[in-house]
Nanobody
Framework: QVQLVESGGGLVQPGGSLRLSCAAS????????MGWYRQAPGKQRELVAI??????TNYADSVKGRFTISRDNAKNTYLQMNSLKPEDTAVYSC???????????????WGQGTQVTVSS
């Protein structure tokens, strides 16, 4: 069994910062790409940022220069969000492409999501 657990969401004023964390656990052989997605009410889920096993990253244009994705050598990824705007309000979900022990292929896994609300 594999689990992704997010933490760090909450309410913040415009211009503020939050740091999201995502911890993967379970029977994990390797993790390729890890990423963050978000879904605002009435909108489709969108990619926020991804980080690959080689450390390379990609960001949505709307968050470039404000958000930073990172990962450590274990099974965690982080999203540092600065200069937050009301339009960043959404449920943020962690995603990871994981190969389990005993499996010959990788599968995408999702966390349960954490709410980020940017409001004065």
């Amino acid at each position: 069994q594999v689990q992704l657990v997010e933490s760090g969401g909450g309410l913040v004023q415009p211009g503020g910062s939050l740091r999201l964390s995502c911890a993967a656990s379970g029977s994990i052989f390797s993790i390729d790409t890890m990423g963050w997605y978000r879904q605002a009410p009435g909108k489709q889920r969108e990619l926020v940022a991804i980080v690959r096993s080689d450390g390379s990253t990609n960001y949505a244009d709307s968050v470039k220069g404000r958000f930073t994705i990172s990962r450590d050598n274990a099974k965690n990824t982080y999203l540092q969000m600065n200069s937050l705007k009301p339009e960043d309000t959404a449920v943020y979900s962690c995603n990871a492409y994981i190969r389990r022990f005993g499996s010959s292929r990788s599968t995408y896994y999702w966390g349960q999501g954490t709410q980020v609300t940017v409001s004065s």
